[in-house]
């Protein structure tokens, strides 16, 4: 199939906002897909190329630029070649045969193909098709129920893959899709409660967890083999030699384990960017800092999956297998539920997690089962644009443009701040912002794609000076989030929903 099949389907979905009309647009193209053009074509809808990152930036696309073609002749599986043949080339030559291998392709591009194929290679391609939308479509496509097409998606980490299995296999190629010990999973996410009496009002007994502000760790084992994954399912098994050991001393023969890497020193645990830091380093971080990592559940033990067992009994499992623990206390009592979260508070922690006692595993879900409890509200939303400041910041970029993500694409503006920002952090935005510019409106810069960066706030207020309908009050930067990609922010709905929690 033609590539610009794919353009148009594209250009369908992001025309509308209703669900149903993206999802019917995406289905009736899977169904038309060859069976080896499934993949491809679903990683360029969701845009994520299925080789990963490709390293094309603003500079080598903007030497490339031929006329357009007058009529579309690129297939599917042509780009997904180039694509592959891009993220091989690598060292002496490799930029001028980059620069000729993209001259070639986009001169047989139209000029939607083409615009397309630049925003791909960008990861800046969002036009609707998030992953949500696409499972829906690959469900309806492939005739199967959506919470196996879900399932299958959350085991596999992979929609396009997924995809592909489903519309060649059907529902039993789907279920023989299970979790695979040393391949990650998407990890289960929590939702926000505002206080540890509501989460506990809503869930009934519960295992009350501390809050860890680390970086989330995937531990996979199997006989001596080892594999290390972050919340984006990136392999960091090098980075943390320690843990590997850790893993291979354990008295299993395979396992996979979730839990959090933190930086501690004598004064406690470090702040979450020292720990990302540290993480990046590849070395023990200095000062006498070290990075200790704590575990808060077991998703397999020796053949067998334990995703479906209430969090009680994986919680035990941990305890067989004598792994380091996050504390925690399984409880109805709000007593004693309080007193636990003033503990992890004085040990410098974010808060409490409160987890359903009878909660499954649900990989890659952001569950209601599990909430988070934390005393500073905070939101992560992304930097859509950034206004060179006055005064003692001018020379900078500064009040930054603040926008939560549409679940049906895009994303929604609903505030600004320049509080929070050190010196330090406004060098370092200025000069990521202006790598990642966009186009300029007076003294505004746009930013695509877009950072992820944590924000503190005191409340939600109604407001018509923004599109989504609210305002943050008295927002301020907390941290960015290099750990996060843009699909990882809250969501407008999640902020709308703070308007009563936050009173």
């Known amino acids: 199939m033609l590539l610009a099949e794919v353009v148009r389907t594209s250009e369908a979905v992001s025309s509308t906002r209703a669900r ?5 647009s995406l289905a009736s193209l899977l169904r038309r897909l060859a069976p080896d053009e499934v993949e491809p074509a679903v990683a360029f809808l969701v845009g994520r190329p299925r080789q ?8 080598t696309l903007r030497a490339v630029d031929p006329p357009p073609a007058d009529e579309p002749s690129i297939e599917i599986l042509e780009l997904d070649r180039a694509v592959t043949e891009l993220q091989a080339l690598d060292g002496q030559g490799s930029g001028g045969r980059r620069l000729g291998l993209l001259g070639d392709l986009l001169a047989r591009a139209t000029a939607p193909e083409a615009d397309f194929v630049r925003r791909l290679l960008l990861g800046e391609l969002r036009q609707g098709a998030v992953d949500g939308v696409m499972t829906d479509a690959v469900a309806r496509a492939a005739e199967v129920p959506i919470a196996t ?14 995809a592909a299995v489903a519309l060649t296999g059907g529902e039993p190629a789907l279920d023989d899709i299970g979790l695979d010990v040393l391949r990650p999973v998407l990890p289960m996410l929590a939702s926000t409660a505002p206080d540890v009496a509501t989460a506990l009002a809503e869930l009934g007994p519960s295992q009350v967890e501390w809050k860890l502000d680390g970086a989330r760790l995937q531990a996979h084992r199997r006989g001596d083999e080892v594999r290390l994954f972050t919340r984006n ?9 320690a843990v590997v050991e850790l893993l291979r001393s ?14 501690v020193s004598d004064e406690g645990p470090e702040a979450f960017q020292e720990t990302m830091s540290s993480f990046g380093r590849r070395t023990e971080p200095p000062g006498g800092a070290s990075l200790g990592v704590w575990f808060f559940d077991c998703l397999h033990l020796d053949g067998d999956d334990l995703l479906d067992r209430p969090v009680l009994e994986r919680s035990a499992v941990l305890d067989r ?7 925690s206390l399984a409880t109805d009592d709000l007593g004693a539920a309080l007193a636990f979260q003033a503990e992890a508070l004085a040990a410098g922690h974010e808060g409490v997690m409160v987890k359903a006692a009878g909660s499954r595993y649900e990989a890659g879900r952001r569950g209601a089962a599990w909430r988070k409890v934390k005393p500073v509200h905070t939101l992560d939303l992304v930097v859509l644009a950034a206004e060179w400041g006055s005064g003692r910041r001018r020379g900078w970029l500064s009040n930054l443009h603040l926008g939560a993500r549409d679940p049906d694409g895009g994303f929604v503006m609903v505030g600004k ?8 952090l406004l060098e370092w935005q200025t000069a990521e912002f202006l790598a990642r510019e966009a186009g300029r409106r007076g003294h505004v810069v746009d930013i695509d794609p877009p950072l992820v960066v944590e924000i503190a706030l005191d409340g939600v207020q109604a407001s018509t000076r923004y599109p989504g309908g609210v ?8 941290r960015y989030r290099g750990d996060k990609d843009p699909a990882d922010a809250d969501t407008i709905d999640t902020v709308r929903g703070l308007r009563k929690g936050l009173r």
């Open 20 to 24: 149903s009309a993206k999802t019917e």
């Open 52 to 59: 990963g990152r490709v390293g094309i930036g603003w500079a």
């Open 149 to 162: 097409v879900r399932r299958a998606v959350m085991l596999a980490g992979d929609l396009a893959r997924v």
């Open 233 to 241: 399912l990136n392999d960091v098994t090098e980075r943390l030699p």
């Open 250 to 263: 354990l008295a299993v023969d395979q396992v996979v384990l979730d839990g959090e890497v933190l930086g």
């Open 321 to 327: 297998i004598g792994v380091p623990r996050v504390p």
């Open 417 to 424: 701040t320049f509080k929070g920002l050190t010196d330090a």
């Open 471 to 478: 305002a943050l009050r008295f927002a301020r930067v907390r």
